[in-house]
Every structure is written in C-alpha cells, then in structure tokens.
C-alpha cells in the first residue's frame, strides 16, 4: 500500500505559478511510476504529467508541455510539479497517483493503483 498525499494549490492569477508536491509513504521501498492528473467541474480526470520511476523519462499531456514540469527526489519520496504560464483552464483538482505494477508508463488513469485526495488549483483571469 502507498499513500500519496499532495500539497501546494491554491489561488493564482493568469500568468502565474504554483508548484505542487506529492509525497509517498508505507510501502515505498518499491519502485513506482508518479503521475499527476486533474479534473475540471463535469469533466472526465485527465492525465497531466508522469514521471517514470527512476526519473528518466517524462511524459505530458500536450496543452502543458512547455508550461509544466515534473521532477521527483526519491530520497524524499516526493514528485513536484512545477506550473508556469498558468492559464484559466488549468483550473482543476490535481490528483497524483502511484503505479508500482507496470514496467512502462501507462498514461490512462486506470494503471494508476494509488491516487492522493486532491489539490484544488484556481487560475484567475
């Protein structure tokens, strides 16, 4: 069992930044996949970003690429995402998830076995 917890939304104008953390605890001495994925009042969760477990490779969702980054410390057990040019539709709740099942990296929101509760990002016009 892994428990992801995420922190750092908030409130920010168009145009700005927020990182977000993610962090996991119990079971992490096993090697995991982070992603991070949002969803937007009546829409679907969608896939952000990932990072495979090792941090060697990335992966995101096209309308972020250029704006967000994510990383992760292993030795803190702990995925950033960092957001930059927010725009009004990043306004969502950002969940990040753990996949310690799959060699590879499977964007889909069902691979992802462990999800953290949630972080609410506002972006303001």
């Known amino acids: 069992q892994v428990h992801m917890e995420e922190s750092g939304g908030g409130l920010v104008q168009a145009g700005g930044s927020l990182r977000l953390s993610c962090v996991a605890s119990?079971?992490?001495?096993?090697?995991?996949?982070v992603g991070w994925f949002r969803q937007a009042p009546g829409k679907e969760r969608e896939f952000v970003a990932a990072?495979?477990?090792?941090?060697?490779?990335?992966y995101y969702e096209d309308s972020v690429k250029g704006r967000f980054t994510i990383s992760r410390d292993n030795a803190k057990n702990t995925v950033f995402l960092q957001m930059a040019s927010l725009k009004p539709e990043d306004t969502a709740v950002y969940y990040c998830?753990?996949?310690?099942?799959?060699?590879?990296?499977?964007?889909?929101?069902?691979?992802?076995?462990?999800w953290g509760q949630g972080t609410q990002v506002t972006v303001s016009s």
């Open positions: 119990g079971r992490t001495d096993s090697t995991y996949h």
């Open positions: 990072i495979s477990y090792n941090g060697d490779k990335t």
């Open positions: 998830a753990a996949d310690p099942r799959h060699e590879v990296v499977i964007l889909s929101t069902w691979a992802w076995a462990y």
